[in-house]
């Protein structure tokens, strides 16, 4: 850590989070991942016989060994760009003034909590962080009948109040206070938050969805949605995409972008072959501070995003994962407003409208839709379609509806 050169201020520093260091220990874990997916596809591969010629063997094996080098060499791209943006990551650190301080401890003591430090931190992208360190004096301060505990949730509406801004803990921090001394990280509270709702019907001649899906927070202010459809039914097709959906949770813990995350999974059951079988995968990641939006699909079905009566269709024309060494992943990005909603669904759902009317209804369906709650609109869309397939349930049908709103406009349903 040192002094940023030139500074007004000689307390604003320029330094390399330490969290910066847990995100290369996530990357290190996501190659491991990465490593494992590729010894059990090559497994598999090994485990027959190809009865051919020499030449066509010797050059079926030069093919594949210059797909790999080409995967590796991709990955490897992707080591270097993720490396040097941690190591570009700096933020602007400095301690609060003494009169600020004593105001921030005089009220943490009234609730028993002892404070030692109190850092700001600002990032690049303009939002605040407060770091204070302090433990929890339960034994000195701890009023008759009161727990032993106090969780970070507390904390943080104390520290809002003295702050008067509203904040939430760190995705990081723990989710109590202990009675030693610990550094716990606040972040400004995003200006949207979300509500979810899904619908599934399971293939009537099957016991388990094919269908995998994920609502994840990668980090404070960033949601994640993923949804992946295997191929075919039943238990193998359940393990094939839940399988892509933790891989790809990984990556994006670590940091990885979403364009090249698809790429690493694609390469990895593309080296696997013919034994493999293939996937979908639906991806949409929210940024709850600016309602920034992108979308990247392999092999996946429309999205619908509804904004009132409107409703757009998002699509691309790309195969799933693992059928080429090469995928076009192209990004999809979109600025969400407040009662805006995200409709995802796997490629049962239109299966089933293709059944009656045809999937082009859909949209207009979607938009006459006056349901406030995700989960009712989900329900409508998944009984619409099977009704339009004389309910018959031919494959697995998943549809996640996601609904975002804004904070200060109190929306909340």
């Known amino acids: 850590m040192k002094k940023q050169a030139g500074s007004r201020d000689e307390n604003i520093m320029?330094?390399?989070?330490?969290?910066?260091?847990?995100?290369?220990?996530?990357?290190?874990?996501?190659?491991?991942?990465?490593?494992?997916?590729?010894?059990?596809?090559?497994?598999?591969?090994?485990?027959?016989?190809i009865q051919t010629t020499e030449d066509r063997q010797d050059y079926l094996w030069h093919r594949k060994l210059q797909e790999n080098q080409e995967l590796l060499a991709e990955n490897l791209k992707e080591m270097a760009h993720i490396m040097s943006e941690v190591a570009k990551e700096t933020c602007r650190y400095r301690p609060m003034g003494e009169r600020r301080f004593?105001?921030?401890?005089?009220?943490?003591?009234?609730?028993?909590?002892?404070?030692?430090?109190?850092f700001e931190t600002e990032h690049e992208d303009g939002h605040v962080e407060f770091s204070l360190t302090m433990k929890y004096e339960s034994s000195k301060y701890r009023k008759l009948g009161e727990s032993e505990h106090i969780s970070i949730e507390d904390v943080a509406d104390f520290i809002s109040v003295a702050m008067n801004m509203r904040l939430c803990a760190a995705s990081n921090t723990s989710m109590y206070l202990t009675d030693n001394y610990h550094t716990y990280y606040f972040q400004e509270e995003p200006a949207y938050h979300l509500l979810t709702g899904v619908a599934k019907a399971v293939k009537e001649t099957e016991k388990i969805s094919g269908d995998n899906y994920s609502f994840y927070e990668a980090d404070t202010g960033k949601m994640m949605v993923l949804l992946s459809d295997g191929m075919g039914s039943g238990e193998k097709a359940c393990e094939d995409s839940r399988r892509v959906i933790e891989v790809m949770e990984s990556f994006l813990a670590a940091g990885f972008r979403m364009e090249a995350a698809v790429q690493m999974i694609n390469g990895a059951l593309a080296a696997a072959g013919p034994e493999q079988n293939m996937s979908t995968l639906d991806l949409c990641d929210i940024n709850l501070y600016t309602g920034e939006c992108g979308f990247v699909k392999a092999g996946a079905a429309c999205t619908y995003i509804k904004r009132g009566r409107l409703v757009e269709r998002l699509s691309a024309q790309n195969l799933p994962l693992g059928v080429f060494g090469q995928i076009q992943a192209e990004r999809m990005d979109r600025t969400l407003q407040n009662g805006d909603y995200i409709v995802m669904m796997s490629d049962g759902v239109l299966d089933a409208l293709s059944q009656g009317i045809g999937e082009e209804v859909l949209t207009e369906m979607i938009g006459r839709m006056d349901y406030a709650s995700p989960g009712e609109i989900a329900n409508q869309i998944l009984t619409y379609c099977i009704k339009q397939s004389n309910g018959q349930i031919r494959d697995d049908m998943t549809v996640l509806v996601t609904g975002i709103w804004n904070q200060a406009e109190d929306c909340i349903l």
């Not at 910066?20 to 598999?44: P, V």
């Not at 004593?102 to 109190?118: A, D, H, K, P, W």
């Open 14 to 49: 320029t330094i390399i989070p330490e969290y910066g260091r847990q995100r290369l220990l996530t990357y290190a874990e996501s190659f491991r991942d990465l490593a494992d997916l590729f010894e059990e596809e090559e497994e598999l591969s090994d485990s027959g016989t």
């Open 102 to 118: 004593r105001q921030m401890s005089r009220i943490l003591r009234e609730s028993g909590i002892s404070l030692r430090n109190f």
